[in-house]
């Protein structure tokens, strides 16, 4: 899986939008670009994908430059539940490949009141 | 409700005894995986099976033995010849084993070796 860059930590006002960035400067035309978020000691959980087109679901909206080398999520009201850690994955889709999860740090997310 | 299930959620042992984590789906999914967590860390691949009865090394599975007996069902055996054992283990499947199917997780145990 290609490397991601991540700000290790962001704050954001509760019913703010949080706008999480993420650097894929190495990204392949067959990589997606996938995001999970963590809450404390639980289980990961999906969120969005996307390839080059932006995306959006009831969670959130992927935004992803016209190069694809980087992208943002955005969750448009953030409450306190939504306080957790968020990974940015890029993976290949369909290459027949066995899949594989590579996560590295993300970034922290806290709302606050 | 259809998801995955891995208890125990906390899970101590001696030193020196082998342990094993459940991890249960219901989800139909063919493939399910291993994966650990350390404090501040990312996940790391443990094993992985994209079928009954076949599963594959990931990038840390010394020291660790899984068993794919049915669809269902993934167990995961700590042994005593895991050096740092205590860790967050979470268990997750997909529709396919192939890149690109979302992964599903469980809630994780959380395993603690004195």
């Known amino acids: 899986d290609a490397k991601t860059t991540q700000p290790p930590s962001m704050d954001c006002a509760e019913g703010r939008a949080a706008n999480l960035p993420c650097n894929h400067s190495?990204?392949?035309?067959?990589?997606?670009v996938y995001w999970y978020r963590q809450i404390h000691s639980q289980g990961p959980q999906y969120i969005i994908h996307?390839?080059?087109n932006n995306e959006t679901n009831e969670m959130a909206s992927l935004i992803i430059t016209e190069d694809r080398k980087s992208s943002t999520l955005i969750l448009p009201h953030a409450t306190l539940r939504d306080t957790a850690v968020y990974y940015c994955?890029?993976?290949?889709?369909?290459?027949?490949?066995?899949?594989?999860?590579?996560f590295g740090t993300g970034t922290r997310l806290q709302v606050t009141l | 409700d259809g998801g995955i299930t891995q208890s125990p959620k906390y899970l101590f042992r001696k030193e020196g005894q082998n342990v094993t984590l459940s991890c249960e789906q219901n989800?139909?999914?063919?493939?399910m995986y291993w994966y650990r967590q350390d404090p501040g860390q990312g996940l790391r691949l443990i094993y992985y099976?994209?079928?009954?009865?076949?599963?594959q090394k990931g990038d840390i599975a010394e020291g660790y033995s899984v068993s794919r007996e049915k669809k269902e069902s993934f167990p995961l055996t700590v042994t005593s010849a895991q050096k740092n054992p205590t860790a967050f283990y979470l268990c997750?499947?997909?529709?396919?084993?192939?890149?690109?199917?979302?992964?599903?997780f469980g809630p994780g145990t959380r395993l603690t070796v004195t």
């Open positions: 996307g390839l080059k």
């Open positions: 994955i890029v993976r290949p889709l369909y290459t027949g490949t066995a899949s594989k999860l590579t």
């Open positions: 190495t990204i392949s035309g067959n990589e997606y």
């Open positions: 997750a499947s997909s529709i396919r084993g192939l890149a690109g199917y979302e992964q599903y």
């Open positions: 989800l139909n999914h063919d493939a």
């Open positions: 099976s994209q079928i009954v009865n076949d599963f």
